[in-house]
Each structure stands twice: as structure tokens, then as C-alpha cells.
């Protein structure tokens, strides 16, 4: 089991009040989660893995999700939110709000928000960041509802959502429909809230400029300050590793979607002494050790997984890599009980 610098997640200490609140014990929820009784008094950070089962074992603990996830969201107070999730709801408008929000959610939990507008509608995906474990429920849901009541807190309107996509049951979804206004599909690959276009553009009664001229310089560094603790290399394999059975992945690509140019993509990677398509052989290498300990998985699945055309081709580059043929070595590995063992070289991101 490997972690990184960056794949840690601050706990709030008010997270473990609302538990409380909500008559859940907390000791009871790490139990059912795994977990270390001592992490609410001992460890301010938690891993991705630790967040994920917290928030899983919290959702098989409430009885009605739905209507624990609208009670939740229309009772919470903004101000007892972290900075980096308050400073939206002070934000211009809307669309300033959802900016914000994207760009700081990071520092308070491993998701990810893509921001898309095209013709009349927008649409906010949710994407986690290093994990495939499944999403928790009441997580998803409140993150997706919170998404629309920060829009009608700040502008005091009762706007609905055109649709709503969640990629794990939620409960009572008439409930949900009723609270987003809209149908609500679940099942999707991910979660996602869209809304009017022209619903970006309503001014929120709640913006605070100097507020905002106080926060934003000290979320930026500490923005800046989480992406310094971040290896390039490491961020750079995993979402090679995420786009390769799309193919081969492609340095604009990979740069665009870590905010750079590919130039400066390429600068950074070279003053860390390697280039993309090093790396790029390095995460086929890492990820190709990791399916082939997967039994359910064949050798051309793999080669598949691992964006290869065509399977002789994964064969000489994995010769190259072990020196053996990737069922030889999956046999004398998976004999072995070897599933477990940390591999030189190779960093497994999935935890």
C-alpha cells in the first residue's frame, strides 16, 4: 500500500461534530471504516483510501439518505465551512462562485470540478482525484446538492437544476427531484449538475469584496504552497495511467489538464531529470505489473488497458522492461502470493 505527499486530506474538527450532531459515534464510523479510533485526536490528515472509507462507512450508517442529504445541506451554516469552501459563497455571481469552487476544492478534498458551458446550458462534472474505490453516497449527494444551494444562497433565488447525474444510488430520488427540480438519473459514469447557462450570470447578495481581497491571496499560496509538496513526475504518471487505454497519451493533453503549456510541461519534467516519453514508458511499465497481478484480467485485456493496438507489441516492450514474456512473469508473481509487495520502482496510486 503506497501514499504520497500530495494524497492527504485535512479533517475538519467540526467534520466530527456534525457526526455527533447527527447522534452517528464517531468511534463507531472508523470501526466500520478500519480505521484507527486515535485519527480525529492524533491525526489532522488522513489518506484518500481513509477519507473514501470514512465517508462510506458514514453512509451505511444513515437510514434515509436522501433525506438526511437535503437536511443537511439546507441546515448547514456557510461560515462554519473551511476558508477555501466559504470563499464562494461571497463570490460575484454564479459563475465566479463555481470558479472558485473548483479552484480551491482541492485543498479540502480529493475531487475535482469540470466546468463546462456550451450553447445554453452548464454543466459541473465531479471527478476524483486518486482513487477508484467507489464514490461514498452521501458524499456525492451532498457535494452535488451543495453545488446548486450555493447558487440560491447567494443570489436568494430558488433556481432549478436542468438535470442531475449521480453514479451511485442516493436513496428516495423523488425526494432528491423535488429538492433539485429537475429528473435525476443514476448510474452515470460520473456525477454531474446541470444548469441554465444564463443562471451563471445572477449576481449574488451575499458577495463580500473585501473578504474575498483577504482570502483569495491566502488561498492562492497555499494553492501554490500544494502544488510545490506535489511531484510532477508522480502527477504526470497518474494521469498517464488514467488515459491509457484511450490510447496514447499526449503531452498538450496531459499539460493542458495540469494548467500549463506543453512547453513548460516538458521544462519541468527535464529539470526533474526525465522527459514525457520516459515517463510515459515508466507508467505502461508500472501500470502493465499492476494488471497482470489482477487474475481476472487476460493478456489482451492488458495489452488493450495499457493502449497497445496490438498485443505482439505489449509483448517486446514487456520483454524489454522484465526480460520475460508478461505470462511467465504473471505466473512465477501471482505463485508467489506476491499481490501485495511494493514492486521497485513502481508507485501505485490506487491505495
Known sequence: MTSHSFDKIKVPA???????????????????AGLPLTIPTQSTFVTTAQYVAIWNAYSEMVDDLASYIIQFITDFEAS?????????????????????MARYKQLCAPERFHISEKDEICSIELEWLYTEQPEPPLLVGITMANLLEMGRRGTRQPFRALSVD???????????????????????????????????????????????????PALDRSLVEQQREKSIIETVKWIMKRSLSAGRPDIQVVASELGMSDRTLQRRLTDEGTN???????????????????STLDLK????????????SFYRAFRLWEGDTPSNWRAIHLDSNSVTTDWPNMTNIHL
Open 14 to 32: 467540526n467534520f466530527w461534530m456534525e457526526l455527533r450532531r447527527s447522534n452517528i459515534e464517531v468511534y463507531d464510523v472508523l470501526r466500520k
Open 80 to 100: 462554519q465551512l473551511p476558508l477555501s469552501a466559504l470563499a464562494p459563497y461571497h463570490a460575484r455571481d454564479y459563475r465566479d462562485a463555481l470558479i472558485r
Open 166 to 216: 449521480f453514479s451511485c444510488p442516493v436513496g428516495d430520488i423523488k425526494a432528491l427531484e423535488d429538492y433539485f427540480g429537475c429528473s435525476i438519473r443514476v448510474g452515470a459514469q460520473r456525477s454531474s449538475l446541470t444548469i441554465l447557462r444564463s443562471d451563471l450570470d445572477r449576481p449574488f447578495v451575499s458577495y463580500n469584496a473585501e473578504l474575498l481581497e483577504i482570502l483569495t
Open 276 to 294: 514525457f516519453k520516459q515517463l510515459l514508458t515508466v507508467a505502461r511499465h508500472e501500470q502493465a505489473l499492476e494488471y497482470l497481478l489482477d
Open 301 to 312: 485485456e492488458v495489452a488493450f488497458l495499457l493502449g497497445y493496438e496490438e498485443q505482439n
